[in-house]
Every structure is written in structure tokens, then in C-alpha cells.
């Protein structure tokens, strides 16, 4: 059984912050449904915890992700005003 302590918190804090990060380019790429992409990142990011019994390494890779997809925007920019 899952603790919940203030960890938990904070987790859920920085899942809603991915979330609105989810939602915001959603939002701005034009997906049909933003607001539905956003709370199924929350809740596939919770639930993800809850089976992975584990908020520390979720969060490095929900981390990474992030990094990484922001990287690729910045290099597909980078080929398009160049070529």
C-alpha cells in the first residue's frame, strides 16, 4: 500500500505542472482536444506512480521527456529557418 506524506504532494504539484506544460503545447499545435491530452497525462502520471511504487525515477523520466521533446522543437526550428 502507497504512503502518502507531503512527497506525495509534491508529486502531485509537479504531475499538474507537467500537465499544464502537456496541455499548454496541446494547445498551441493545434490538437483537437488539449484539455483532454493535459488530464490524461495527470492521470496516466499518477497512475504510472501507483504501478511503478516509485515518484523519484517517474519524475526523472516525465523530466527527460520534457527535455528532450523541448531539444527536438528547438532543433526542428533551427531547420526551418535555415533551409
Same mark, same amino acid.
Given at each position: 500500500?502507497? *504512503? #502518502?506524506? =507531503?512527497?506525495?504532494?509534491?508529486?502531485?504539484?509537479?504531475?499538474?505542472? %507537467?500537465?499544464?506544460? %502537456?496541455?499548454?503545447? *496541446?494547445? /498551441?499545435? +493545434?490538437?483537437?482536444?488539449?484539455? !483532454?491530452?493535459? !488530464?490524461?497525462? #495527470?492521470?496516466?502520471? !499518477? *497512475?504510472?506512480? #501507483?504501478? #511503478?511504487?516509485? =515518484?523519484?525515477?517517474?519524475?526523472? =523520466?516525465?523530466?527527460? =521527456?520534457?527535455?528532450?521533446?523541448?531539444? +527536438?522543437?528547438? !532543433?526542428? /526550428?533551427?531547420?526551418?529557418?535555415?533551409?
Amino acid at each position: 500500500m502507497p *504512503a #502518502f506524506g =507531503i512527497g506525495s504532494l509534491v508529486f502531485l504539484v509537479g504531475q499538474a505542472l %507537467v500537465s499544464s506544460f %502537456v496541455y499548454s503545447q *496541446a494547445e /498551441k499545435y +493545434g490538437s483537437r482536444s488539449p484539455l !483532454v491530452v493535459g !488530464v490524461s497525462a #495527470f492521470v496516466l502520471g !499518477v *497512475a504510472a506512480a #501507483f504501478v #511503478f511504487r516509485t =515518484i523519484v525515477e517517474l519524475a526523472v =523520466i516525465e523530466l527527460l =521527456i520534457v527535455l528532450l521533446y523541448l531539444v +527536438g522543437l528547438r !532543433v526542428s /526550428k533551427r531547420r526551418s529557418v535555415s533551409g
